[in-house]
């Protein structure tokens, strides 16, 4: 235990909060279309390894911090990753056993999922969505390999279960 957390959770949450601030880091305008969602990249990743410690609470709570990190309406990506957790931990015994490109085209549709929410709310509060919108769905799947293995190596390098 360090401090008032416990180590494990220290771990946890230092990897949100380095999705958050890679998710904050600006893009050229080429290729800011292209962003993966990290955050929800991380939390899939966590849910599928640890169901137990992260599910549908965490999903909420860190798509609030996305939501207020970003400026976006606060609840949108609070609900999208609350339903995305609550998905992959229903799933996440059967997932674990794909081979990590199944695992990627799984991702590929959670988050296009994710990305439905985010548009349903984004087309009630006025502001319609174009084609660059669902291209993070697209570079999700293609970075999840790597998101997978960093972040399984950091949770057996520091004991996380």
Known sequence: ???I??????VIITSFVAALMITL???PNALAPLRPDWLALVLIYWV???PHRVGVGSGWLVGLFQDAATGTLLGQHALGLAVVAWLVQGLHHRIRNYPLWQQAILVLVVIALFRVLGAWVLGVSGRPTGFDYWLPAVSSMLVWPLVYLVLRYVR?????Q
Request: hydrophobic share 60%.
């Open 5 to 10: 957390l416990p180590y494990h959770l220290l």
């Open 1 to 3: 235990m360090i401090g």
């Open 25 to 27: 880091l600006p893009l």
């Open 156 to 160: 057996r390098r520091f004991g996380v």
């Open 48 to 50: 599928i390894a640890l």
